[in-house]
């Protein structure tokens, strides 16, 4: 038993190395808050951003316009919007944007224009009730402008369609 340390598990008990002691150490000390991570594993979590957030502002956008899924509190109270509306355009924006934002293609003029869509809404609607976010219930508004906002400037990410197209174009080359 000697060079070896224990870890308790609920399950029972289970030797670790001294050895591996030092890898998950090494592994562990790669993990800081002071430092950002590998560049890498910025892109794929740039990748998984833009997914969760485009599924998220197209499901926004389903509920304007299909009323699906349904929600008895919010615009229309459960029926879809006019489509000659204000309502109807955000919500058509929000659909096919965030159906492109998921996918991740054409993904920085999407994110551009959902991004705006959201400024505009946090100013017309929200800001009307009180300037404090939290107050007006527009913190998912300026959530989504925000992180749009990043999208519009750093891309998709490595997991878009957008870098299959590049990957599919080659450099230099003119697209007619």
């Known amino acids: 038993m000697e060079g070896q340390s224990y870890l308790v598990w609920r399950a029972g008990v289970r030797g670790i190395t001294t050895d591996s002691h030092r890898e998950l150490r090494r592994f562990m000390s790669s993990f800081s808050l002071l430092h950002p991570a590998d560049p890498k594993h910025q892109a794929t979590l740039r990748s998984l951003l833009r997914i969760v957030a485009g599924l998220l502002f197209f499901m926004h956008g389903t509920q304007k316009l299909f009323a699906v899924p349904a929600n008895p509190m919010g615009p229309g109270a459960g029926s879809p919007v006019h489509l000659m509306s204000l309502l109807g355009l955000a919500g058509c924006i929000e659909t096919f944007g965030g159906a492109l ?76």
Not at 131 to 156: D, H, K, Q, S, T
């Open 101 to 176: 934002i998921c996918l991740g293609l054409f993904t920085q003029i999407a994110a551009f224009i959902a991004s705006g869509e959201m400024a505009f809404a946090y100013f017309i609607v929200h800001n009307r009730r009180s300037i404090f976010p939290i107050v007006n219930r527009g913190e998912v508004v300026v959530l989504f402008c925000f992180v749009f906002l990043y999208l519009a400037f750093a891309g998709g990410g490595p997991y878009s369609l957008d870098a299959v197209l590049r990957k599919r174009t080659p450099a230099g080359a003119t697209e007619d």
